[in-house]
C-alpha cells in the first residue's frame, strides 16, 4: 500500500453501489460530522455522487428517498458542523443522524466505520474501518475494506458480527442482519490477512493489544498521530523490531521530564518529529522504555504529512 496518486480511492468511491444494487441498511461511525459531507454520502449511495447540489435537486431528492430508514450515522454529540448553506434539507438529514452520548471528560466516541449492505444478487457486505471522519476533509487516510463474497478465497472474519452488535448498537441491526453477517466471508485487498477486529466502546477499559497478535510476528508497523508510553508500550510486544510513524510534536516540557516522555530516556526534540534529527534525515533508534528497539522509517515525515488528524 503507498499513496501514490494512481493508488488513492475515496471512500465513497468504495462504498458506491455497483451496477444492480442498491442499498439496504448503511452505518457509518465518526467522531466529527460534517452535514455537507454527509449531504455527500447521501448522493453516494443512493443517487448520483457526481451531481452538484444546486444543479441537481431532483438527484438529491431521489437519493434522500433511496436511503430514507436505511442509513444511521453514529457521531459523538456536540461534535456536529451544520452548514451555512443548504439549510433546507436539514430537517431531511436529523433523521438520518445519532447522537452519541459519551462525556469527552473521560472518554469519547471515536470510532471511524462503515458497515453497508447491498441487495443484489448475490447480497454484498462491505466493512470499511479506517481513520477519517465524516467532514470535508482532504486528508490522506489509510483505511481498510472487506467485501463480503462467496468466492473459493473468501475467509470468515467473526469479530465484525459482535462489532456491528456491540458497537453499532445504536444502529438497531436486525437478527437477520446479525445473522447474514455472522455466516459471511470476507475478501481482503491483496496480500492482507485479517485475523481479528478490535473494538473498545465508550467508557470501556480492555486494551487492545493485550497479549501479542500474531505468536511469531516477524516484523510490526504502527501509525498513529499521537501515542503514549502505555500505547508504545503496548505495540512493542506485537514484534521487533517496530516501526512507528507519527506526526505528534513533543512539547519542550515532556522533553524535559523523561519519565513522562512515552520513550522513557530518550532525548525528543520539542519541534520535530522523532525520527528526523537535527543534522540528517536518516533512519534514527530511540530508547524505549522496555529495552526494545523502536525505528521511524526515512520516509516517515511524508506519511506524517499524509495521514493527519481528522
Given at each position: 500500500?503507498?499513496?501514490?496518486p494512481s493508488?488513492?480511492?475515496s471512500?465513497?468511491?468504495?462504498?458506491?453501489?455497483?451496477?444492480?444494487?442498491?442499498?439496504?441498511?448503511?452505518?457509518?461511525?465518526?467522531?466529527?460530522?460534517?452535514?455537507i459531507?454527509?449531504?455527500?454520502?447521501?448522493?453516494?449511495?443512493?443517487?448520483?455522487?457526481?451531481?452538484?447540489?444546486?444543479?441537481?435537486?431532483?438527484?438529491?431528492?431521489?437519493?434522500?428517498?433511496?436511503?430514507?430508514?436505511?442509513?444511521?450515522?453514529l457521531?459523538?454529540?456536540?461534535?456536529?458542523?451544520?452548514?451555512?448553506?443548504h439549510r433546507?434539507v436539514?430537517?431531511?438529514?436529523?433523521?438520518m443522524?445519532?447522537?452519541?452520548?459519551?462525556?469527552?471528560?473521560?472518554?469519547?466516541?471515536h470510532?471511524?466505520?462503515?458497515?453497508?449492505?447491498?441487495?443484489?444478487?448475490?447480497?454484498?457486505?462491505?466493512?470499511?474501518?479506517?481513520?477519517?471522519?465524516?467532514?470535508?476533509s482532504?486528508?490522506?487516510?489509510a483505511?481498510?475494506?472487506?467485501?463480503?463474497?462467496?468466492?473459493?478465497?473468501?475467509?470468515?472474519?467473526?469479530?465484525?458480527?459482535?462489532?456491528?452488535?456491540d458497537?453499532?448498537?445504536?444502529?438497531?441491526?436486525?437478527?437477520?442482519?446479525l445473522?447474514e453477517l455472522?455466516a459471511?466471508?470476507?475478501l481482503?485487498?491483496?496480500?492482507?490477512?485479517?485475523?481479528?477486529?478490535?473494538?473498545?466502546s465508550?467508557?470501556?477499559?480492555?486494551?487492545?493489544?493485550?497479549?501479542?497478535?500474531?505468536?511469531?510476528?516477524?516484523?510490526?508497523?504502527?501509525?498513529?498521530?499521537?501515542?503514549?508510553?502505555?500505547?508504545?508500550?503496548?505495540?512493542?510486544r506485537?514484534?521487533?523490531?517496530?516501526?512507528?510513524?507519527?506526526?505528534?510534536?513533543?512539547?519542550?516540557?515532556?522533553a524535559?521530564?523523561?519519565?513522562?516522555?512515552?520513550f522513557?530516556?530518550?532525548r525528543l526534540?520539542?519541534?520535530?518529529?522523532?525520527c528526523q534529527?537535527?543534522?540528517?534525515?536518516?533512519?534514527?533508534?530511540?530508547?524505549?522504555?522496555?529495552?526494545?528497539?523502536?525505528?521511524?522509517?526515512?520516509?516517515c515525515?511524508?506519511s506524517?504529512?499524509?495521514?493527519?488528524?481528522?
Amino acid at each position: 500500500m503507498n499513496f501514490a496518486p494512481s493508488e488513492r480511492i475515496s471512500v465513497f468511491g468504495a462504498l458506491r453501489p455497483d451496477a444492480g444494487q442498491s442499498v439496504s441498511r448503511a452505518i457509518v461511525a465518526t467522531y466529527s460530522l460534517d452535514l455537507i459531507a454527509l449531504l455527500g454520502l447521501v448522493l453516494t449511495l443512493g443517487g448520483d455522487s457526481e451531481a452538484e447540489f444546486e444543479n441537481s435537486p431532483l438527484g438529491l431528492v431521489k437519493a434522500f428517498d433511496s436511503v430514507q430508514g436505511r442509513l444511521r450515522v453514529l457521531h459523538q454529540v456536540g461534535r456536529i458542523v451544520a452548514p451555512r448553506a443548504h439549510r433546507s434539507v436539514l430537517p431531511l438529514l436529523d433523521t438520518m443522524i445519532v447522537p452519541v452520548q459519551a462525556n469527552e471528560a473521560k472518554h469519547s466516541w471515536h470510532p471511524k466505520v462503515a458497515l453497508v449492505r447491498y441487495e443484489g444478487d448475490p447480497v454484498q457486505w462491505r466493512f470499511w474501518i479506517g481513520s477519517r471522519n465524516l467532514t470535508g476533509s482532504r486528508d490522506l487516510d489509510a483505511g481498510l475494506m472487506l467485501v463480503s463474497s462467496r468466492e473459493k478465497t473468501a475467509r470468515a472474519v467473526p469479530n465484525i458480527a459482535e462489532l456491528a452488535r456491540d458497537l453499532l448498537a445504536d444502529a438497531d441491526l436486525s437478527s437477520e442482519e446479525l445473522d447474514e453477517l455472522r455466516a459471511a466471508r470476507w475478501l481482503a485487498p491483496p496480500g492482507i490477512t485479517v485475523r481479528s477486529i478490535l473494538w473498545r466502546s465508550p467508557g470501556a477499559t480492555r486494551q487492545f493489544i493485550a497479549s501479542p497478535l500474531i505468536g511469531r510476528g516477524e516484523r510490526a508497523s504502527a501509525v498513529s498521530p499521537f501515542i503514549d508510553r502505555t500505547g508504545l508500550a503496548e505495540v512493542l510486544r506485537a514484534a521487533r523490531p517496530t516501526s512507528l510513524c507519527s506526526r505528534q510534536t513533543w512539547p519542550q516540557a515532556t522533553a524535559r521530564q523523561s519519565k513522562a516522555s512515552p520513550f522513557g530516556r530518550a532525548r525528543l526534540p520539542s519541534r520535530r518529529h522523532p525520527c528526523q534529527s537535527p543534522s540528517s534525515s536518516r533512519t534514527r533508534r530511540l530508547s524505549s522504555p522496555i529495552s526494545l528497539p523502536l525505528e521511524c522509517t526515512p520516509n516517515c515525515s511524508q506519511s506524517q504529512r499524509a495521514l493527519g488528524p481528522r
